[in-house]
């Protein structure tokens, strides 16, 4: 069949993939890709833990007025994101709608790399945030032990910093709280 005659994929396709596998649209294409993995779920709590108290709550100094969700179903013009970790500045947050995907493009967007969801991470969905304004994504790759930062400029992604191992970060748009990368690895 040519890609011309492919059927879009819409929402109603998400309940066709198994319990144990997690549904993303991309591109009008429906990816199914197998639960992340331990180190991949580890990490994306212990970032969540993070910047959750700082930055939501306003605990521990921090300035407070953003909203995260962790695996956030997210609807850009009929795609169907599902980001490990997404922030919204509150005042941008719709806190009400008749669907359960969200509709405003967050600010800020995590994804944890994984051998299954990398390629697409780095380059269909980067794309597809900077078409609508996402401005900031970080990925963090848990087996490389790295963090890349970039920032959306005139609608090209800027790399703003690569981070590994154990250093100590202050990146944006979180850049008044420091994150040992050390906590975010599962290491024994």
Avoid at 129 to 137: D, F, M, S, T
Wanted: aromatic share 10%.
């Amino acid at each position: 069949m040519s890609d011309a005659a492919k059927k879009r994929a819409d929402y109603e396709d998400l309940y066709s993939i198994p319990e144990n596998a997690r549904g993303e649209i991309v591109d009008g294409e429906l990816v199914v890709t197998p639960r992340p993995s331990r180190q991949h779920t580890f990490t994306c709590s212990a970032l969540d833990k993070e910047i959750g108290p700082p930055y939501q709550m306003g605990r521990g100094g921090g300035p407070g007025g953003w909203i995260i969700i962790v695996e956030p179903e997210i609807s850009l013009r009929g795609d169907i994101f599902v980001p490990d970790l997404a922030g919204w500045k509150k005042e941008r947050f719709p806190y009400s709608e008749e669907t359960n995907w969200i509709s405003v493009p967050p600010d800020w967007v995590c994804e944890v790399l994984s051998p299954n969801t990398f390629r697409l991470d780095r380059t269909k969905k980067m794309a597809v945030y900077a078409q609508h304004g996402v401005g900031h994504i970080w990925l963090l790759d848990p087996v490389a032990e790295m963090v890349e930062v970039f920032r959306l400029e005139s609608g090209r992604w800027l790399l703003l910093g690569v981070f590994a191992e154990n250093d100590r970060m202050q990146a944006e748009p979180f850049g008044e709280i420091e994150i040992a990368l050390s906590d975010l690895w599962l290491r024994p």
